[in-house]
């Protein structure tokens, strides 16, 4: 069963390079009295993923800061490795936006939002979507009807929900 807006996000700890290698995040201590976005793509460097949804955050952050959002996160179902390298080739990390990996796809699967697609070799990964999580509370949950759209879950998108 999917999260629905007015749920509480699960409990999960996600991964992202830090100075000294790979390191764990609390996602519930990073949204702790907090308004974040968060957005979710079924793996870096695919194409969908690297060439409209990362770069539609990159270009709506000013307008998400400007709605009092504290932070921007982008969860994919990659090692931190991956995660962190993509960040730089997409420009999201020098935009401010925090790239984590969910490489075990637990948060995605508590979620609800994970999928499976062997033919294209992508398993247990996350559906495209995007929400806003107020103290670790869902209030605006866009979720793409596949992970080929990005229309709804778009930096765009989000901020028309808002």
């Given at each position: ?13 996600l ?131 596949n992970?080929?759209?990005?229309d ?11």
């Amino acid at each position: 069963m999917s999260i629905s807006t007015g749920d509480k996000i699960p409990s999960a700890t996600l991964t992202r390079m830090g100075e000294n290698g790979p390191e764990a995040v609390d996602l519930a201590a990073l949204t702790a009295g907090r308004k974040v976005v968060i957005f979710a793509v079924p793996g870096a460097f695919t194409g969908v993923c690297h060439n409209a949804h990362v770069p539609s955050f990159v270009r709506t952050k000013d307008q998400f800061d400007a709605k009092g959002v504290d932070e921007i996160i982008c969860v994919t179902v990659n090692d931190p490795f991956v995660t962190g390298a993509w960040g730089e080739v997409t420009g999201a990390t020098a935009a401010g936006i925090t790239m984590l990996g969910d490489p075990m796809s637990k948060f995605t699967q508590a979620m609800g939002m994970d999928f499976t697609n062997e033919d294209a070799g992508l398993i247990a990964r996350s559906k495209r979507y995007a929400m806003v999580v107020e103290d670790g509370t869902i209030t605006v949950l866009n979720e793409e009807e596949n992970p080929g759209l990005c229309d709804v879950s778009a930096g765009e998108g989000l901020l028309d929900a808002m």
